[in-house]
């Protein structure tokens, strides 16, 4: 039954809600419902194409408030097309409620039900969405963090102990200049990260001091762990 109505639809080429057919009178309306409900399956299928067809121009009214490009309304046409066959396949004659009613309520909710979906699907983080770059600036995906080995848990105690010594270094072999190109260079405690002209700038001297001044920092610091751990 979908097949038929969607082939119909495509086959004449509607493309707005004025190209569908008009909707049925009431008594023509009824009359296609009581044979729904007391006809030969030939019939049946007779009523269900009758009563399809002519409330595709409802299809096209309600998905043309969730329309936001051409193809997005064809597409939205064949989704409410399938709340319209649902709403006509459970509609109950005996209710005090027209068609039209219930059919709105059927296909507006498999229009937004579709949307829903679409949505969430775009929301999806897929395995191979880039999440960051390690330290030599090659791109991590998703999919290379669930692969990690676990980590290595001597080695962060290690590492603990290392960034403990580096501490008491930088405090104990620095001077205070030093101590503060190294901070702002390199973002410790409260600072931020710097560049070297920027630190330049904060101290009035020029770029080509504060290299200077890192790298003979830099320098005490190795030899400090060099030292300790000798």
């Known amino acids: 039954m979908l097949l038929t109505v969607l082939s ?3 086959f004449c080429g509607f493309s707005h809600q004025h190209s569908f057919p008009k909707p049925l ?5 009824q009359h296609w419902l009581q044979i729904l409900q007391t006809g030969s399956p030939q019939e049946q299928k ?7 067809l002519h409330n595709l121009r409802l299809v096209a009214h309600i998905a043309k408030k969730y329309t936001t490009a051409q193809k997005d309304a064809e597409e939205l046409i064949s989704i409410g097309t399938v709340g ?23 296909i ?10 679409l949505k969430k699907t775009q929301n999806e983080i897929s395995l191979y969405d ?9 791109e991590i995906v998703m999919l290379d963090i669930i692969n990690m080995d676990p980590p290595d848990f001597a080695g962060e105690i290690d590492l603990a102990i290392q960034s403990e010594k580096m501490r008491k270094a930088i405090q104990t072999v620095l001077t205070p200049r030093e ?25 009035g001297i020029s ?20 030292d300790h751990q000798g």
């Open 46 to 52: 007779e009523a269900k194409d009758q009563l399809i």
């Open 8 to 10: 119909v639809v495509l």
């Open 108 to 117: 507006e909710n498999e229009i937004l039900m579709h949307l829903r979906a």
């Open 84 to 106: 319209l066959i649902k709403a006509i396949r459970t509609y109950d004659t005996e209710k005090k409620i027209r068609l039209a009613s219930y059919a709105s309520r059927c």
């Open 179 to 203: 101590h503060f190109v190294i901070a702002l260079r390199y973002g410790l405690g409260t600072y931020d990260t710097y560049t070297q002209q920027e630190i330049a700038a904060k101290l």
């Open 25 to 29: 009178p009431q008594e023509e309306e």
């Open 130 to 138: 880039p999440v960051g770059t390690d330290r030599d600036g090659n």
């Open 207 to 226: 770029r080509s001091y504060v290299s200077r001044i890192e790298k003979k920092a830099l320098q005490k610091l190795c030899r400090a762990l060099s």
